[in-house]
């Protein structure tokens, strides 16, 4: 019997099978969930990816579209999930994160207020916007989990990323607070440089990839998402039943590190 089982767990930012929340669906169903999958801006890509997971063609989870900033379909993704079959929600995975190139890449200081604005709301509003609209289901209580890249530091070609990411960390430490009472807890994962599409797209990302292994002690392959899929499945599950405002890193052990030894 899996720690997931019985869950009904939503699942963000399956693009590819190399997608984050590719491994934590396929991790939760593992682990006894049933899991549905929302998908922008091709649905139709990730309904074929889907179909990798471990319940196979045959079985593969609804997929449903979502662009977190259109409010026509946050509104409608309640009804649209219980019409999926899915009149409750335990878990909801938030691995969305994108940024227009110009904040990044080193153009920090250039990047106009519209490419920010882009940023924040598409990397760290979307946060609270995606847990609202699935508000409606989690009537039992549950756990929210976002997929976060520390923001306590300045890192090389993140720019305004990095920020949003500060404002993820901060939304969900708010989100925590005010859903407590509801019972449901609300964590992020910080994970190490991954060779996910996303991170493709980051201007000299590279570097820090390079310099990862060489400072984690624990070492880190960029690769493997088990680590932080797996941290993250743990996070939606009944095993940290106080456990919310949390950033777990999933990072090697470089965020304690001073630099290289």
């Not at 593969?60 to 079959?85: F, Q, Y």
């Not at 929600?89 to 920010?116: K, M, R, S, Y």
């Not at 440089?193 to 624990?218: C, H, N, R, Y």
């Not at 941290?231 to 940290?240: I, N, Q």
């Amino acid at each position: 019997m899996g720690i997931l089982e019985g869950k009904r767990v939503l699942v963000t930012g399956v693009l590819t099978d190399a997608s984050i929340g590719f491994h934590v669906a396929r991790i939760a169903q593992e682990q006894g969930a049933e899991v549905v999958l929302t998908a922008y801006p091709r649905p139709t890509l990730t309904a074929r990816i889907a179909k990798r997971l471990p319940t196979g063609p045959d079985a593969p989870p609804p997929v449903l579209e979502l662009d977190v900033m259109n409010p026509e379909h946050l509104d409608s993704l309640a009804g649209r999930l219980r019409e999926a079959g899915f009149d409750r929600l335990d878990g909801v995975v938030h691995a969305i994160g994108f940024a227009p190139q110009n904040a990044l890449g080193g153009n920090f200081l250039e990047t106009p207020w519209e490419d920010v604005a882009t940023a924040v709301h598409a990397s760290t509003y979307s946060l609270k916007a995606l847990t609202m609209a699935c508000l409606p289901l989690m009537t039992e209580g549950g756990a929210v989990v976002g997929l976060d890249f520390d923001a306590t530091k300045a890192w090389p070609v993140y720019d305004w990323m990095g920020v949003a990411k500060a404002g993820l960390e901060s939304c969900s430490r708010y989100l925590a607070k005010y859903l407590g009472p509801k019972n449901i807890r609300v964590n992020l994962v910080a994970a190490g440089p991954l060779a996910t599409m996303a991170a493709k797209s980051i201007p000299g990302f590279e570097g820090m990839t390079d310099m990862w292994p060489q400072v984690a002690p624990l070492g880190w392959d960029i690769k493997d998402s088990e680590p932080t899929a797996r941290a993250v499945a743990a996070l939606l599950s009944d095993w940290f039943p106080a456990t919310t405002g949390e950033i777990v890193h999933v990072d090697g052990g470089l965020h304690a590190m001073g630099g290289p030894s």
